[in-house]
């Protein structure tokens, strides 16, 4: 079934506030709010859009709202019952889905694509399973939404739409409010990282050792929770909220607090959506819960945990994918390498990942400095480069991982992943020694050797978050 997205029109006769406009996502990290305290819980459900937190919900979902669209100084919203709420949306996404969704007609009808850009999409989707897909031009070509149009396609590619009897509207409903909830001003975790993760997950999950084992519902889970992985992640590391008391980090008592909160963000939307209402409450919960294991183990502070679980069950070859547990485990590995599998995508992908990683890593110092706190590791552009950070990367965190990875599931796929990382780890290290402004390719990747064993210190590596 064909689904046409179209652009909503903005009724003529309703002003936006701007300070409503200019809120992107449930959390604002501009220096001009309240980011470096912890504020009053009663008060966070007057904040529009944001996320409010009922003692009596002790799961902490989003409670999206249109509120008040002005207090008394906001003369040009309307009268009182205009301001009432009206659906548990913010603002923006009730403009943006109000209408569509409810059938209405629009009176200048706007496709998101225009034929040819859409044809080319078609046909880059046809090489989905490509290691080399190009999440960038995917993007461009639909438009900004490679998010919603990539997920909707794996999921009807593997019959999940008719499998799962998922309302197609609903669906597609979910899709967009799951686009819209990422920062598209977030240098890397936007909505084309979440993509690239869920291309990257669809890769891992053709694999043989995996294909052949795993069931429907685990393809659901393992693709969702790839799309959702970083749902409203703010550009900031863990570290930073914790030391700026904010209150996301009382919530989750300092522990994987973005993680938390993106699993939390997820669930909220598949409740405010009715994705999964037409199943049994038990097997709905089930499939949050399970989502949210998935989503808690891209915690980077958890990384050496999940590698020597995933070490001892490789040396001792007692991984039983007829097990669920055992699935759900490999499920959990694949978005771990899925979520930080940029090193080992071709040159050409992987400079373009590290450029906006280490500029959203910057971003963060600068805030830090400006507000004279500490600068957090690898976000201080004084001391820092892009090449130094991702050698580093490389070999702390995504060598030894893809190393078992490999193991794992011995193919073609994983064997040019490893080659790619071995290649883009020579270019930076020549990068770094001749101090060029634009590292060649090597001609010859170097051996991948087994690196050093260290501890991840707690936001050493705030990308893989």
Not at 275 to 286: I, M, R, Y
Not at 426 to 437: F, I, K, L, P, V
Request: hydrophobic content about 35%; proline content about 6%; glycine content about 4%.
């Amino acid at each position: 079934m064909e689904v046409c997205y179209q652009l909503p029109v903005l009724p003529l006769d309703r002003q936006v506030p701007k300070h409503v406009l200019s809120r992107r996502g449930a959390i604002s990290f501009s220096s001009s709010s309240s980011l470096f305290g912890a504020p009053d819980p009663r008060q966070l459900s007057q904040r529009r859009g944001a996320i409010s937190y009922d003692s009596s919900d002790q799961t902490a979902l989003y409670i999206r709202m249109l509120a008040r669209l002005g207090s008394s100084s906001d003369s040009t919203v309307g009268s009182a019952p205009e301001r009432r709420v009206r659906r548990l949306l913010s603002l923006q996404r009730f403009l943006h889905s109000s209408r569509m969704l409810r059938g209405l007609t629009q009176l200048n009808p706007l496709p998101i694509l225009d034929e040819d850009y859409s044809g080319q999409a078609r046909c880059m989707l046809e090489k989905v399973g490509n290691w080399n897909f190009d999440i960038f031009l995917f993007d461009r070509l639909t438009n900004g939404n490679g998010l919603i149009t990539l997920t909707f396609h794996l999921l009807d590619q593997y019959g999940l739409v008719e499998l799962f009897r998922l309302d197609v509207v609903r669906l597609w409903r979910f899709l967009v409010l799951v686009q819209e909830d990422y920062h598209a001003h977030n240098p890397y975790h936007n909505a084309v990282h979440a993509a690239d993760v869920t291309q990257a997950m669809y890769c891992y999950l053709r694999e043989p050792v995996l294909s052949k084992s795993l069931t429907s519902y685990d393809i659901l889970l393992g693709l969702l929770a790839a799309a959702t992985h970083d749902l409203d992640h703010p550009g900031v590391n863990q570290p930073f909220l914790i030391k700026t008391d904010h209150y996301l980090a009382s919530l989750y008592k300092n522990t994987s607090v973005l993680e938390n909160h993106h699993w939390k963000s997820a669930v909220g939307l598949l409740r405010e959506t009715g994705l999964f209402a037409h199943l049994p409450a038990e097997d709905s919960a089930s499939l949050e819960r399970n989502l949210g294991s998935l989503i808690l183990a891209t915690d980077i502070s958890r990384q050496n945990d999940y590698l020597s679980k995933f070490r001892r069950h490789l040396d001792q070859n007692n991984l039983c994918l007829s097990n669920a547990s055992h699935r759900h485990f490999a499920l959990q590995m694949a978005l771990k390498c899925a979520d930080i599998c940029n090193p080992c995508r071709p040159w050409e992908l992987s400079k373009q990942w590290s450029d906006k990683v280490t500029a959203e890593f910057f971003q963060q110092g600068d805030v830090e400095k400006k507000h004279k706190l500490e600068v957090s590791p690898l976000c201080d552009r004084a001391n820092n480069t892009v090449g130094k950070i991702q050698i580093g990367f490389m070999t702390y965190v995504a060598e030894p991982l893809f190393a078992e990875w490999s193991r794992f599931s011995d193919t073609r796929l994983s064997q040019t992943m490893l080659g790619h990382m071995g290649l883009n780890k020579a270019s930076w290290g020549s990068h770094e020694q001749s101090s060029t402004s634009e590292p060649p390719p090597p001609a010859m990747p170097p051996p991948v050797r087994a690196s050093p064993k260290k501890n991840l210190r707690e936001g050493e590596y705030p990308d893989a978050s």
